[in-house]
C-alpha cells in the first residue's frame, strides 16, 4: 500500500451501508476463497454495529442470519438446520429444482431467522451483498422467498487503461477519472489494496469479469501475455476473492511481436502453435484466467485480413488455444474504414459492423464472444440500435456500452446513462413485441455474449472522477445482472447505499432531489447537444465540448451535411447508404422514411429540410433551438437543486459535484449557443420565441 | 560531436560556393577572433581549390585577393599597400568619410587585386561572404567600388526551443525542422559543432544575434538565467567566432520563480537590485550577452499587470539591469485577451496591441525594443500591415517576421515569404510617397528596433525541414541586413549559392525551374488557403490544413463569422470594432470602406455579401471557387516542374522535396474541397464554371 493515498471514497459500499446486517447475529457455513470473504465483510460489519460471527461452529448458537452452502454439511444447531430446510422447500417450490449455479442464491425467512442459500461461494458473496441492499428489509418476517441467478454468466469491464503512458492518450484511453488502478508509467501501479478494494465494489454491484488492459494494444502492453504475465496475474490474484475474473488484450500480431515468428497468419500452423504453448502458460499462472479480448483490423490495430483471412478465421485461432482451458475470445465487431474521404458520400461507417461480420455468422467457434457495440457508429448520446444484434443467430453477441462518459460529458457532466441503456435492452429489433436485445445478450438458455462496458474508472479517490457518475457503474453492473429491471429503480438502489441516513440530512429529501437531478439527465445532455440522432459535432480529439463542424471534413465517416436548406445523412435504401435495409422488415420500413421515422433519430436517417415538421409538431429549426434553450435551462435547475444538499451530505462529495456543475452549466451554454448559431447562420430561421441567438 | 549524425546539408554554403575564391591567393591582415575565422574559412577554401592564403605576411607576396582591417598596420608588399591605399581613397569617395562601422566593409579592385577592407574584424567576415557571393564577379577588373554597411544594427532570430520537451508544443514550439539545435529532454543537445555550424550560416545571410529560448518560458528554461546560464555561455562561445551574439528570453516572474522574492513588481526595490545582480551575473560569464527577450501577460505568461504596473514599467525594469553592459530588452507587443468570448462581436483582438501599447509612447528607455508582429493578428498569410509601426514615433519598434512556417504550410509546403516580406517592409502607413516599415525599423540614424523573426531551423539534416524553406531564412537574414533590397533578387542568389553548377545539371536550368517554382509560391498558398485576406480557417492546435469554422466559436478572437448571405469581419469605424481608425488618415480611409478597401484584405475590415464584386470584377463567393481551383492548379504545376529536375540536383534534396510535394498537393486539394463546400453549402451559389464541389 502506498503511503499519502488521498482517502478513498466508499462509493455504494460505505460502512454505513452494513449497519443493518452488522447489528445481528451471524453463522457463516462452508468453506472457500469467497467464503472467507463473506466471513471478512460480516466480521468488520459486526465489529462496527456490534453484532457476532460464528464460522460453522460446533455448538448450539441463536442466530438471526444464516449464509451458508448448501453442500457444507449439518450443524449443530436445531435453528439454523430448521431454518436452512425451510430454504430448501421454498427453493424447490419457487426455484423447479433448477440448481442456484455458480453465482445464484436464495432469500429466505423461517421464523426469526434470515437464510441465504448457495451452491457455491460467489452464490454466498452475492447474496451477502443482496442482503446488504435490503438492510433492514433482509430481516422482515413477512418477506418471501426469493431466488436469484444472474441472467449473464460473464458480466464484464473492459479497462482501456494503458501500461505505458501513451503520446496521445495518456495513461488511460478516454479516461476521465485519473490514472490506471492498475498501472503507471510503464509499470504496475503497486497499489494492490486498492485493486481488492475495486473488485469488492464490483462484486457488489454484479461484474464478475474484467480486462485489465486497452484494446489498442502497443508493445509494452503486448508484453502482458508473456514476459509480464506476473503483473496480470497479482492482479487476478487481488481479484479473485471477490469473484472477479481477469481478461487480457491482446495484440493479433503477438505471434510476431512477442514470439519471433515471421507471420501471424490464423492458418499458419506455427502461429497455432505459439497460441496453443502461450495460453497454456497463462493458464499455468492463472489458471481461472478469463480469456482475451481482441480490437482486430480497427483504426491500426493488426488483424487477420492482413494475411487476406477473415474475423472468423482469427477469432477461431484465439479460442482454439483458450477452449482446453475454458476461456473465451471477445472479439471486436468495431471495424470500419478510418481513413474514409468527406467528399464520398457512398461509404457509410454505421454499415461497417453489419457488412463484414453477418457473412461470418455460424462461423465462429462457440467459445468466441462477438462484441458488438450498442450503436453502428460510436457509443454517441443517441444512435439507433446497431442492427448486427438481429443479424447473426448463430453467433454469440455481447452488448458493449460505454460508461466512460466519452461523448456524454466525461465526468464533468452529470449524465445518468441508465435509462439510455435501458431503452437499448428492450430495443425490439425484429419489431414491437419481438425478442429484444437483452434477449439477444441473454440468448437461449443464457448461452448469449452478455454485457461488456468500458469502464469509467481510474485512481481519482471517487473512483469515477465526478463521483454522481459512480451511478453508471453500478448501473451497469446491476442490469449485466438482470438486464430487464427498471435502471431508475436501480439508481434508487445506487443513492440508498450510497447516501444513508446522517444525523445533518434527510434521506428521503437528498434521495428525491439526486432523483430529480439524475433521472433525465441523459435526455437533458441529449438536448443540449447534438440534434435529433444526427451525432458527433464534438471537439475532435478529446471528443469534450462543441463544435458543429469538427468532424464534418475528417477521415472518421462522421458527418451531418449540413446545408443552407437542410441537415442530416441519407441512409435510407431508397436514396442514401441503404443502412436502414440493415434492420428486418419492420424497423427497415419505419426508417426508412421520414414520416415514420422516430423523431429522436431522424437525422440519422434522413437528410432534411429546416422546416420539416416533426412528430412533436416543431420545425428541425425550431426543435434545435427549443431543445437547447431548455438543455441549458435544465443544467441551470440541476444545480440550483445541488445546492440545496449542501450541508446534507459529505461535504467532499457536495464540494466535487458543485465544480463540476459549474462546468456543466459552462459547456452546456457552450453547446446551446454554438449549435443555435450555427444552425441560425446558416438557415437564417429566426427563434420563433425571439431568444438570443448569438 | 555526436556519432551517428546523419550528414547535414550545407545550405547556401556549399564547398563550391566557394571556388573561386578558393583557387586565388588570398592575403588576410589583421587579428581577431573573427578574423581567424575568415582565416579558417579562406584556408578551407584553397585547400580545395588550389589557393593560397598568408596572414599578414612579413615578406612580399603575389596576391588577387587581400582581406585587411583599416587599423592593422603596413604590409611589406608594394602590391597590396597600392591596393589598400586605392580602396581608402574609393571609400573617402563613396563614403562621404563616415567609418565602416562595427560590421561594414568596402570592396575594391585596383588592377588585379580585389580588396576587402573593414573597420573591425565582424566586417572583414560579411565581406569575406559577399566575396563568396560574388563568385568570379569578385575579381571583375571592371567591377566599381562598393561600401556596404548593415542598414539594421541588429538582425535577430527567435528560437522557440524548449530546453524541457513541452507535454504540447513538444521540443520546438511551432518547429517544423526536427528537435531543436540547442536543447534535447531537458538538457544541451551537446553538438557545438553543430552549434557553430549553425552559426556559420548565419553568419553569411547576416543574421547576427539569436535568442536561444522559447519566449514561452517554463521552470526549467527560466534556469538559464541562473543556475544553468552555463549552457548558454557554452552556446555564445560557439556562435562567438560568427559574430552572433547570444539572447535569453526571460520570465518576468523570475524573482519569484528563481530568486525566491514575494514579489515581481517592477517598481518594488529589491526586484530591481535582483535583476540588476542576477544581469551582472550574467555578463560576468557572457561579456557579449545581448540581452533579454519577454513575452509578458501574453497567454498565460507572467507580466507586470499583476502588480497593477504597465508595461513601461515592466520593461524598464529590465532595461534599467541591462543598460550599464549594453545589452537590450526586446519586450513583445503580443498582448491580447486570449479568453475572448465569441459571442462578443465588440472586443476586437486585431485592436489590441496598439490599444495596449500606444498610451505608453515615449515612456520606455532607450534600450527598449518594442517587437511587434508584422500583422494586428497572428502571423497570417495576409494581413494588413500592423499600425502600431505609425503610432510609436518615440520609441524603438522591431518588425517582427515568422520565417517558421506556422499558418503558411509548415515547411511541407513551399511557400517562399520573401515576397511577402517585401510587401510588408514596402508598406507606406501614412500613405504612398510616405516613409515605409522599413524606414520604421530602420529609424533615425539606424536608431530603429530593426529586424527579427521566429526562425525555421532544427536539427533536421536539411536544417529547416523542407530543403527549399533554406530560402526563407536566408532572405530574412539578407533583409534584415538591407530591408530595401528585392526579395526575388535575394532569392536568386540564394539559388545560385545552394545550387551551384555540376556535372549532370544545366545551372541557369534549374535556377530558371526554381524561380518558376518558388517565386508566386506564397501567392499560391494564399489562393488555396482563406480567403480575401480573412484568415485562421486552420486546423485548431497544429494550424496545419483547412477547418473553417476551426477557431470560429474558439477564445481566440480568430472569426470570420460567415453564414448564409455573407462573410467577414467588420472592422470599419462607422459600424465596426474601429479598428480601421487606428491608421493615419489616409488608410483609416481606405480600409473604412468595402469600395477603396483592397481585395487582398477585404474580409479583413468588412463583412460583405457573397454577390459583392470584388475590384477585380469577380463575386467574393465565385473568387473564392477560382483561387481555390487556381491554387490547387498551380502546386500541381510546381510538382511536375520538381520532377524535371530529377538527376541534375542532389538526389537526398530531391527527394525530400519531391516527398513533400506529393502532401503538399493533397493538403491543398484538401483545402481547396472544404473551402468551396463549406461556402457553397452557406451561400447555394453554384460555381460559374460548373466545376465539381463536393
Redesign the interface.
Known amino acids: 500500500m502506498e503511503t499519502h493515498e488521498p482517502r478513498v471514497h466508499a462509493a455504494w459500499l460505505p460502512p454505513e451501508a452494513f449497519r443493518s446486517l452488522g447489528a445481528r447475529r451471524v453463522l457463516v457455513h462452508g468453506e472457500g476463497l469467497l467464503v472467507d470473504t463473506v466471513l471478512d465483510e460480516v466480521s468488520r460489519a459486526c465489529a462496527r454495529y456490534g453484532g457476532r460471527v460464528w464460522h460453522s461452529p460446533s455448538w448450539d448458537v441463536d442466530v438471526d442470519l444464516v449464509l451458508a452452502l448448501r453442500g457444507a454439511g449439518e450443524l449443530p444447531n436445531p435453528a439454523v438446520e430448521a431454518a436452512r430446510s425451510a430454504g430448501e422447500a421454498a427453493l424447490a417450490e419457487i426455484g423447479d429444482g433448477e440448481p442456484l449455479g455458480e453465482e445464484g442464491f436464495l432469500l429466505d425467512r423461517d421464523g426469526e431467522v434470515t437464510v441465504v442459500l448457495a451452491d457455491a461461494p460467489a452464490g454466498l458473496l452475492y447474496g451477502l451483498f443482496h442482503v446488504v441492499r435490503l438492510c433492514a428489509a433482509a430481516f422482515d418476517p413477512a418477506r418471501p422467498p426469493e431466488r436469484h441467478r444472474p441472467a449473464l454468466r460473464r458480466r464484464m469491464l473492459n479497462h482501456w487503461d494503458n501500461v505505458a503512458v501513451h503520446p496521445v492518450m495518456g495513461q488511460v484511453e478516454r479516461g476521465y477519472a485519473g490514472g490506471s488502478i492498475f498501472w503507471r508509467d510503464g509499470r504496475p501501479r503497486g497499489d494492490l489494496a486498492r485493486v481488492r478494494a475495486y473488485g469488492r465494489l464490483l462484486a457488489a454491484s454484479g461484474v464478475n469479469a474484467i480486462s485489465v488492459n486497452n484494446v489498442n494494444v502497443a508493445r509494452t502492453e503486448a508484453l502482458l501475455l508473456t514476459d509480464r504475465l506476473g503483473d496480470v496475474a497479482e492482479i487476478a490474484d487481488a481479484l479473485r476473492p471477490y469473484g472477479i475474473r481477469v481478461h487480457l488484450s491482446v495484440s493479433f500480431a503477438a505471434p510476431v511481436l512477442l514470439g519471433g515468428l515471421s507471420t501471424a497468419d490464423p492458418l499458419d500452423e506455427g502461429v497455432r502453435d505459439w497460441w496453443v504453448a502461450t495460453t497454456r502458460r497463462v493458464y499455468d499462472r492463472i489458471p481461472d484466467f478469463g480469456g482475451y479480448l481482441v480490437k482486430a483490423d480497427s483504426e491500426g490495430q493488426p488483424g487477420p485480413f492482413t494475411y487476406g483471412r477473415d474475423h472468423a478465421d482469427g477469432a477461431n485461432l484465439l479460442a482454439e488455444a483458450l477452449a482446453p482451458h475454458g476461456g473465451v475470445v471477445h472479439w471486436r465487431a468495431f471495424v470500419y474504414d478510418h481513413h474514409q474521404d ?2 464520398d458520400r457512398s461509404t457509410d461507417r454505421a454499415r461497417a459492423a453489419y457488412d463484414h461480420f453477418t457473412p461470418l455468422d455460424g462461423r465462429f467457434r462457440t467459445n468466441v464472444v462477438l462484441q458488438v457495440k450498442y450503436g453502428p457508429v460510436d457509443f454517441q448520446t443517441r444512435e439507433p440500435v446497431s442492427p448486427v444484434f438481429a443479424a447473426m443467430p448463430a453467433t454469440r453477441l455481447a452488448l458493449e456500452l460505454q460508461v466512460t462518459q466519452e461523448y456524454t460529458g466525461q465526468q464533468r457532466h452529470i449524465c445518468h446513462l441508465g435509462p439510455w441503456w435501458g431503452e437499448v435492452l428492450r430495443f425490439a429489433p425484429w419489431g414491437p413485441g419481438g425478442r429484444t436485445i437483452a434477449d439477444v445478450a441473454v440468448g437461449e438458455a443464457g448461452a448469449g455474449g452478455g454485457l461488456v462496458a468500458v469502464t469509467n474508472t481510474g485512481d481519482d479517490p471517487f473512483w469515477t472522477g465526478h463521483p454522481l457518475a459512480q451511478a453508471n457503474l453500478y448501473t451497469f453492473g446491476r442490469l449485466a445482472w438482470d438486464p430487464w429491471r427498471d435502471p431508475t429503480e436501480v439508481l434508487d438502489e445506487w443513492m440508498t447505499l450510497t447516501f444513508p441516513p446522517s444525523a445533518t440530512a434527510d434521506p428521503e429529501l437528498v434521495r428525491r432531489t439526486l432523483h430529480e437531478i439524475m433521472d433525465d439527465s441523459w435526455r437533458t445532455y441529449e438536448r443540449y447537444t447534438a440534434p435529433l440522432g444526427v451525432g458527433f459535432m464534438v471537439h475532435p ?1 478529446d471528443h469534450y465540448g ?5 468532424y464534418e ?1 475528417s477521415r472518421w465517416g462522421t458527418y451531418h451535411f ?4 437542410g441537415v442530416g445523412v441519407d441512409r435510407s435504401r431508397a436514396s442514401g447508404t441503404g443502412f436502414a435495409g440493415q434492420y428486418p422488415p419492420y424497423w427497415a420500413q419505419v426508417y426508412e422514411s421520414p414520416r415514420t421515422c422516430p423523431d429522436e433519430v431522424l437525422l440519422f436517417f434522413h437528410h432534411v429540410p429546416y422546416s420539416h415538421v416533426l412528430h412533436n409538431g416543431s420545425t428541425v429549426i425550431q426543435h434545435i433551438y427549443d431543445t437547447h434553450f431548455a438543455g441549458v435551462e435544465e443544467v441551470e435547475t440541476m444545480r440550483r437543486r445541488w445546492r440545496t444538499l449542501n450541508g446534507m451530505i459529505d461535504p467532499t462529495v457536495y464540494e466535487r459535484v458543485a465544480e463540476r456543475l459549474d462546468e456543466q452549466v459552462r459547456c452546456a451554454t ?1 453547446w446551446r ?2 449549435v443555435n ?2 444552425f ?5 430561421v429566426p427563434d420563433a420565441q425571439g431568444r438570443r441567438i ?1
Open positions: 468527406w467528399r480529439g462543441p463544435d458543429v463542424d469538427g471534413y449540413a446545408d443552407r436548406d457552450e449557443d454554438q448559431t450555427y441560425f447562420r446558416k438557415s437564417g448569438y
